[in-house]
Every structure is written in C-alpha cells, then in structure tokens.
C-alpha cells in the first residue's frame, strides 16, 4: 500500500493526466511488482520518491530515500544512476544517450548478459536462473501485451518529453 501511495502521490502531483499514467501503471507494473514481488515494489517506491528529490535539488532528503531504496533491493541503483545523470545532461541528449545505449546492448547482448549474470549473482544467486529463464514458465515474446504496452507508453514518453528536468 505505501508503495502504491508513493507512485500515485508522484503521478497525481506532477501529470496532466495521471488518472490516464495510474491506469497504464497498473496494466504494465502492478501485477509484475506490486502483486507479487513486495519488495521491489516498495524499493520502486522509494527510489521513484529519492529521483524527484534530486530533481527537485534537495539531495539531503533524496540520499536517506535512495540508502531505504536500495536496502529493499539492489535494482534501486539504477534509478539513482538516472537521476544524476537526468541532472547532469542537457536537453534531448538522454534520449540519444539511451538509444545509442540500446543500440550498442543489442550488439552487445551475449557479452553484457554474461558480464550481468556474474555481476548479479553476487548480489543474489538466483540472478542466473532468472537470466536462463530456467523455469521456463512462460516463452519471451517481443510482442507480447505487457512488451507492446510498454512500447507505447515509451513512444508517448518520448512525444511529451521537454526540455525541463522532471521530465
């Protein structure tokens, strides 16, 4: 309940239509974080409240958020690397930054997931199997509804995006 507090408390405060952003939210992530992986979702939580804390220039409350952030789960360090770097670089050159990183991933893939799996199994041991996809529960499809939603709502991302910092 916190963690979903935090999200709609962020989508409510800083979106013109965050009825529209909270019905995505929970079509895309709910059942993947929320529903199931409680931990994750609370990191999320505080993590998404520590970035706009740095947006927002006020570190001395953003760093206590990202220490809970990442103490919940380590995947929080991401979000803190973004944030920096969402101060640190100017106008659209995040957009080229993470395409031309996507691009580079892509070529790069075999090598990353390998340097990934050694990485994060430091971290948490099960980091392989999940990477294997052992269990094979379910089959990757680049097109399934939760890949092609996500796809849409980066495009729409993409088309709002301004040249202001929280964006």
Not at 97 to 116: E, K, T
Not at 149 to 164: D, E, F, K, N, P
């Amino acid at each position: 309940s916190l963690a979903v507090a935090i999200k709609i408390q962020l989508l409510r405060k800083y979106l013109r239509h965050p009825l529209l952003a909270l019905a995505f939210y929970v079509v895309l992530f709910f059942p993947i974080h929320e529903y199931t992986q409680y931990r994750v979702a609370l990191s999320l939580g505080f993590a998404y409240w520590a970035a706009h804390q740095v947006l927002q220039r006020k570190s001395h409350y953003a760093l206590p958020l990202f220490m809970v952030a990442i103490s919940l789960h380590y995947s929080s360090l991401l979000l803190l690397c973004v944030s920096v770097a969402g101060i640190m670089v100017k106008g659209r050159t995040a957009l080229v930054l993470i395409l031309a990183g996507a691009v580079v991933g892509a070529m790069l893939l075999d090598q990353v997931r390998f340097l990934l799996q050694d990485v994060f199994s430091i971290l948490n041991p099960l980091s392989a199997s999940y990477l294997d996809n052992r269990a094979m529960l379910e089959g990757v499809s680049f097109l399934s509804l939760n890949n092609l939603l996500l796809i849409a709502t980066l495009s729409c991302a993409i088309g709002y995006y301004t040249h202001r910092k929280y964006h």
